[in-house]
T-cell receptor
Framework: DTEVTQTPKHLVMGMTNKKSLKCEQH?????MYWYKQKAKKPPELMFV???????INESVPSRFSPECPNSSLLNLHLHALQPEDSALYLCASSQAQGAGGLETQYFGPGTRLLVL | GENVEQHPSTLSVQEGDSAVIKCTYS??????FPWYKQELGKRPQLIIDIRSNVGEKKDQRIAVTLNKTAKHFSLHITETQPEDSAVYFC?????????????FGTGTSLTVIP
């Protein structure tokens, strides 16, 4: 099973709303990632969790708050977003850091977010 | 940090012809190079990858080559089919702390004309 799942598939929210995106994998992967992707652009890394600890935060505004409750779940809490935050939010996972196949990254289907 | 450049940004080929997409990277610490195919509205899907200790890898109609000295790697698709039409992203990965940092190229929009 090489599947990463994400919910919801689509989300429309106002600038004052609070919402959460969820990501789940049951492949035993210990590294999980959040990316933001605008149309026709490459994914932009936001956060990396490794062994449930935040290891990389790419200077993301505090209105995005990640959480890793356990090794299978990754959340992204959203609050007071701006219209320019509208994008496809992708979750990904990999077995671990390093070489030998452990770093192969698998993407979830994404959540398409629209901020009004 | 790492800088990955990808060319061309758009590519049109006739069905049955070959397509080549090229990427360069800047950081010699990069040791893993995946290629992703992304169809409209879908997730990036890994189609092939190569590690820094290998020069070439092939999987049916898809091949990737890596030149570590020159810091460039390429995707080759032979006998292209209309279903190969998509955006292709290259990436370079560096082990960083306890995770991997992935740096993506800007993408190539491939159109295969029937």
């Amino acid at each position: 099973d090489t599947e990463v799942t994400q919910t919801p598939k689509h989300l429309v929210m106002g600038m004052t709303n609070k919402k959460s995106l969820k990501c789940e994998q049951h492949m035993g992967h210990r590294a999980m990632y959040w990316y933001k992707q605008k149309a026709k652009k490459p994914p932009e890394l936001m956060f990396v969790y490794s062994y449930e600890k935040l290891s990389i935060n790419e200077s993301v505004p505090s209105r995005f708050s990640p959480e890793c409750p356990n090794s299978s779940l990754l959340n992204l809490h959203l609050h007071a977003l701006q219209p320019e935050d509208s994008a496809l939010y992708l979750c990904a996972s990999s077995q671990a850091q390093g070489a030998g196949g452990l770093e192969t990254q698998y993407f979830g289907p994404g959540t398409r977010l629209l901020v009004l | 940090g790492e800088n990955v450049e990808q060319h061309p940004s758009t590519l049109s080929v006739q069905e049955g012809d070959s397509a080549v997409i090229k990427c360069t990277y800047s950081d010699s610490a990069s040791n893993y190079f995946p290629w992703y195919k992304q169809e409209l509205g879908k997730r990036p899907q890994l189609i092939i990858d190569i590690r820094s200790n290998v020069g070439e890898k092939k999987d049916q109609r898809i091949a990737v080559t890596l030149n570590k000295t020159a810091k460039h790697f390429s995707l080759h698709i032979t006998e292209t089919q209309p279903e190969d039409s998509a955006v292709y992203f290259c990436a370079a990965s560096i082990p960083e702390g306890a995770g991997n940092q992935f740096y993506f190229g800007t993408g190539t929009s491939l159109t295969v004309i029937p």
